[in-house]
């Protein structure tokens, strides 16, 4: 199965630009995708095929990367993105997700 | 708007089968999309358990492949997970969604520990 690494957790100030990581284990082409999650809720798709904005999403978040490594970065971070977010890929069966970035806001 | 529900539950012992219903609104299943069970264990690891696409192929993670069927009712617009002779390995939040090989509808998820 293609392994898909983030990093636990990340801390930031409102108002600041983050850049959540996702490394796979081997080539994904670009069929990278970006989740949201919020305690209680289910998971919400924020970017997909690496780069593009989901409908409804704000133009802070963007996606870049192709290949193994891809990133998504809020800009700047709001309160309310307080969040896990999840790396997800679909170009190697079986789909496979990363474990998830907890943002913290300080 | 695609809706989906899960519903079952959510308690189950050990060796026993988990069986699961996904209610779709707002859309056919038939008409396109594969239909997907995913879950998340405590701890945050998420995994893909299978889909049922809208013609009625399925396609299993090969890690449940002796253990998952996904089956659905076309009339009452629901699909199914059974996964059987669960442990307590398999206790986790699961969910319903509606994928293009990303997962863009989502249901609530629901809750399901598998214990004595």
């Known amino acids: 199965d293609t392994v898909l690494t983030q990093s636990p957790a990340l801390a930031v100030s409102p108002g600041e630009r983050v850049s959540i990581s996702c490394r796979a284990s081997e080539g994904v082409n670009s069929y990278m995708h970006w989740y949201q999650q919020k305690p209680g809720q289910q998971p919400k798709l924020l970017i997909y095929?690496?780069?593009n904005l989901a409908s409804g999403v704000p133009a802070r978040f963007s996606g870049s990367g192709s290949g193994t490594d891809f990133t998504l970065t809020i800009d700047p971070v709001e309160a309310d993105d307080t969040a896990t977010y999840f790396c997800q890929q679909s170009w190697n069966d079986p789909r496979t997700f990363g474990g998830g970035t907890k943002l913290e806001l300080k | 708007e695609i809706q989906l529900q899960e519903s079952g539950p959510g308690l189950v012992k050990p060796s026993q089968s988990l069986s699961l219903t996904c209610s779709v609104t707002?859309?056919?299943?038939?008409?396109?999309?594969?239909w997907s069970w995913i879950r998340k264990f405590p701890g945050n690891k998420m995994e893909w358990m299978g889909y049922?696409?809208?013609?009625?192929?399925?396609n299993y993670n090969p890690s449940l492949k002796s253990r998952i069927s996904i089956t659905r009712d076309t009339s009452k617009n629901q699909f199914f997970l059974q996964l059987n002779s669960v442990t307590t390995e398999d206790t986790a939040t699961y969910y319903c969604a509606s994928s293009r090989g990303t997962f863009d509808y989502w249901g609530q998820g629901v809750m399901v520990t598998v214990s004595s």
């Open positions: 049922i696409s809208y013609s009625g192929s399925t």
């Open positions: 707002g859309y056919t299943i038939t008409s396109g999309y594969d």
């Open positions: 095929k690496a780069s």
